[in-house]
């Protein structure tokens, strides 16, 4: 691209960033030079440097391996977005996050989906789609659990901006284990009615070190304050 980014060649970019420039190297050019020229927003996340917008996904470059040069490349989610309360310090830890769990996500498993695997393969069809989300889930736990344990404090408590990070990931990833829990009960078993959202007046989702309780604080009717 004849392209230098502090004082190192911008050699190579991922097919995906291609393409979203429509195959043109020099449309590709312009973008990186925007997002890391002067004036720019943009930080350093370890040895890697991210745009800094406020869109779903920011251009990164990589240090390459075999040369002292950058890979051009996306990164799945915004700074200046989903992540705009980070601190720069924990930056690393939450882009390690996301690219262990960028592609996890399979969307919310349904009956329908598991009557449609089993018209095309049977039961071993359903089994097989059903396995696959129990691992996707389970894969996700993981990162997210060692995640939670990385953003406590020495006291052995999550700061405010940490939390509320926790706690959107924590419900994103119950609700992808409800839907699937309710997909398989329904196929095998019938809906059971109505799942409930709360167990014993809250909902607690479980780490290695704590929990949180994903039930939000109902508001008072009395007026009080």
Known sequence: MHLSIRHRP????SSELVRAH??????????????????????????????ITMGDAEIRLRPRPDTPAWHAEYFPAGWGSRFEHVPLERRTDIAAYVDRTYDLVEGLLQ???????????????????????IGLADERYAALDSLH??????????????????????EGLNTTREWLTSAVVSYHHGTAGRRPVTIYGGVCFGFSEGAIDLVSPQPRLDGAR
């Open 149 to 170: 344990s990385a953003l406590l404090t020495p006291e052995g408590v999550l700061p405010d901006w940490a939390l509320e990070l926790i706690h959107i990931e924590a």
């Open 10 to 13: 911008v050699l190579t970019a």
């Open 22 to 51: 429509g195959h043109d190297l020099e449309d590709l050019r312009l973008s990186v030079t925007e997002g890391f020229g002067p004036g720019a927003d943009w930080c350093e996340v370890d040895e890697e440097l991210h745009t």
């Open 111 to 133: 009956e329908c989906d598991l009557r449609a695997a089993a018209s095309e393969g049977g039961a071993v069809a359903v089994d097989r789609l059903v396995r696959t989300h």
